[in-house]
């Protein structure tokens, strides 16, 4: 209250013209005590009534119609009315794609003549307000930069002058900027590996390899030597589910299935089940982690991180190459802050920067198992391991006789 007297003390100093008209006043004739009162009861409102005008005449004078965000949607949304169509959008047309690193010039023009001025119009990607223009142009470059490879939702919103928005909605699909080159790599052993295993999961811990392996009836969870691919310990799943992906992390092996969409953690030791969890992704193949998160895939070009306890996405990347998305990615390795992974139906790895989604590089490993050791059962290429202190691959494929060690002596 003290605030609002001593701007209306203020705004009455400002005002000379009301002055003279209170001294007026004060030297007419005298009032009648009835009127008096309701003189003196008005004088508040009169008080009030200046106020707003003062306030009015200041903000007016401000020059820059510029609200602050907050106020301005808050008139927004209590006078938005929908199907307001007084923009377009030039640029970039919906589902356009762009180079990771290129500028994107988003572009609006007006169109209507009836609607009121427009106040600013606002540019988002990703959820983030990156820009505000006041004037015409109105146009803005996103830096193509430090965002995510794909599917990017760009937003803009038009303000007209009385509080109305307008949206406009759209995508851009991000590509990768980098040609994924062949890295060099040198096997270094061969191991057998049991030729019944439909390897679908592979991790390696403490000296021991582990294996998840698929197919109806016939998965199970596994460890083995690796110098002899013989089992220390092997357990049978359910009859009714489909082994997948395996990881181990903080003494627990997680296992993914087919297309149950369940999980089982088990402890690494005993194989004992600790718990059965069920996920929301329709299939399950690869899976790895980055000590905090579950790291999935799901045969798209999409990578989904998982929080270990619930199998809750916690939030997924896609995958691209400079031609576009990289697709059937399957079991997958965490190493070293890069995501390896092998694309179903090739003999081929991946290695992706998890924080863009771009692929860095590629492990061409076409013809790595030799002519006399492919037979008639055979499938495909699966299965990527990492041991740390020895800083090797190991790499096998379903129905493979053998398990590859390999070195990788470049960067990565
Ligand atoms: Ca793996």
Redesign the pocket.
Known sequence: MRSINHLIAGSVRAVPQACRVMHRVSRLPAIPAARARTIRSARPIFRICLLIVVLQVLVAGCGKKVQPEAERKIQGSSARLPGISGTRVLSPANNQHFTFGNRILAQLERISDTLPEIDSVEFYIDGARLHACFEEPYEFAFPGGGLKVGTRPIRIITWYADGRKEYHNLNIILWSDIVPGNLPYRIENTWPHDIHAYTQ???YEDGYLYEGTGRLTRSSLRKTEIRTGEPVRIMNLPDDVFGE?I?ILDDKIFQLTYKSQVGFVYEKESFKRIRKVYYQNKEGW?L?HDGQNLIMSDGSHRIYYMDPEYFTEVRQIEVYNDKGPVSRLN???YIEGRIFANIYGEEEIVIIDPESGRVTGKLNMKGILPKDDRHSRLDVFN???WNPDKRVLYVTGKYWPKLFEISLPGEF
């Open positions: 999961g592979l991790s992906g990881t690869g790895t079991e997958l390795e299965g990527i391991a």
